[in-house]
């Protein structure tokens, strides 16, 4: 994911399936059709790949002759981001007419169109949520927005690392993320493998736990391009004596990882989006962690902004101390300011 993006809307049809009663949605409805909608653009994914015809192109500049695998990780669109776009975008419309999303690409249409997708079609979750009463109340038409990044790690997935590749919904309320679904569509067979949750009621999986306790070990996670930049490496150099750190490409999954244990930190330099953070950050805090910008200030998720780039960096951790012991690290020393600018 990275800049770029619009918001896709459609008007409420008379009689069709909203599921919403007043204008409000029922949380376990909308995760159940994000989870199924996920597993669906998981499955356009995975057929794209195996066709071999990716169709991978400068979504930035028309005409750009360089091979994919050297353009820029926010420049870089194929068939496959497309069209799981289109499947997850298309099914949402359908089943909750009216409902804002705001998607990383911009639903051109694809070669297949999709049937419209009925909610009565969709699996129930395999666990009953239990739904803390303010948050049920809050899930309206008006102050909920999905942010929906169908394929996130696309310079991966032309690269052939399909393990970096998350299809990401995220369901923000009044501007902060409440709920999410990341579904990994290389790894767990032939649905993929899903991570879905929401604040206040917990996160849930194909796998058994689905989240993990933070490591013994302090292991932070970043990515090649952030680990190249000023304030980044300093925090690395400062945090390197406590722990470790390994390198790896893809927002969407360095936030699994940070969830389910495997890493305690996950640093960010600027260039992600808010369809990048929105469902991991809704997990982490359902988990018990945090996620902010470089200073430790929360991301507003506003539909119609200038920008949704996350431009101030992120720090996303497996608890509140764990956040609190990298925000430090990033601290710029005295006058080190302009040197250490993101």
């Given at each position: 994911g990275g800049a770029g993006g619009r918001q896709l809307r459609t008007a409420a049809a008379p009689g069709a399936p909203s599921g919403p009663v007043e204008g409000r949605l029922a949380l376990a409805s909308l995760l159940a059709a994000c989870v199924h909608l996920a597993r669906q653009?998981?499955?356009?994914?995975?057929?794209?790949?195996?066709?071999?015809?990716?169709?991978?192109?400068?979504?930035?500049?028309?005409?750009?002759?360089?091979?994919?695998?050297?353009?820029?990780?926010?420049?870089?669109?194929?068939?496959?981001?497309?069209?799981?776009?289109?499947?997850?975008?298309?099914?949402?419309?359908?089943?909750?007419?009216?409902?804002?999303?705001?998607?990383?690409?911009?639903?051109?249409?694809?070669?297949?169109?999709?049937?419209?997708?009925?909610?009565?079609?969709?699996?129930?979750?395999?666990?009953?949520?239990?739904?803390?009463?303010?948050?049920?109340?809050?899930?309206?038409?008006?102050?909920?927005?999905?942010?929906?990044?169908?394929?996130?790690?696309?310079?991966?997935?032309?690269?052939?690392?399909?393990?970096?590749?998350?299809?990401?919904?995220?369901?923000?309320?009044?501007?902060?993320?409440?709920?999410?679904?990341?579904?990994?569509?290389?790894?767990?067979?032939?649905?993929?493998?899903?991570?879905?949750?929401?604040?206040?009621?917990?996160?849930?999986?194909?796998?058994?736990?689905?989240?993990?306790?933070?490591?013994?070990?302090?292991?932070?996670?970043?990515?090649?391009?952030?680990?190249?930049?000023?304030?980044i490496r300093q925090g690395l150099q400062r945090l390197g004596g406590e722990g470790r750190h390994r390198v790896g490409q893809g927002c969407g999954q360095n936030l699994l990882k940070v969830l389910r244990g495997e890493s305690s930190v996950f640093l960010q330099a600027p260039g992600s989006s808010r369809w990048d953070t929105c469902a991991g950050e809704a997990l982490l805090m359902a988990a018990g962690g945090k996620l902010t910008d470089l200073e430790g200030r929360p991301y507003l998720y506003t539909e119609g902004e200038r920008s949704y780039v996350n431009e101030r960096g992120v720090v996303a951790a497996r608890t509140p101390a764990l956040h609190a012991r990298a925000i430090a690290a990033l601290v710029p020393a005295d006058g080190d300011q302009g040197a250490l600018a993101s």
């Open positions: 653009g998981g499955r356009a994914i995975r057929e794209v790949h195996a066709a071999g015809n990716l169709g991978a192109h400068n979504k930035k500049a028309e005409g750009d002759s360089r091979e994919a695998q050297t353009m820029e990780a926010t420049e870089v669109l194929t068939v496959a981001d497309t069209q799981a776009q289109h499947v997850i975008v298309s099914g949402l419309q359908s089943m909750f007419p009216g409902i804002r999303i705001v998607g990383e690409e911009d639903g051109a249409p694809t070669a297949s169109p999709v049937e419209p997708a009925q909610l009565s079609d969709v699996p129930a979750l395999p666990v009953s949520l239990d739904v803390p009463a303010p948050l049920a109340d809050s899930l309206t038409l008006a102050d909920t927005c999905l942010w929906v990044d169908p394929l996130d790690g696309t310079l991966e997935f032309v690269r052939g690392n399909l393990g970096h590749v998350v299809v990401l919904i995220g369901v923000a309320v009044r501007d902060r993320p409440v709920a999410g679904v990341m579904l990994q569509p290389f790894a767990g067979g032939d649905h993929g493998l899903v991570t879905f949750g929401a604040t206040g009621v917990g996160v849930f999986g194909d796998s058994t736990p689905a989240i993990g306790d933070a490591p013994e070990d302090f292991i932070v996670a970043t990515e090649e391009r952030s680990s190249q930049t000023p304030r």
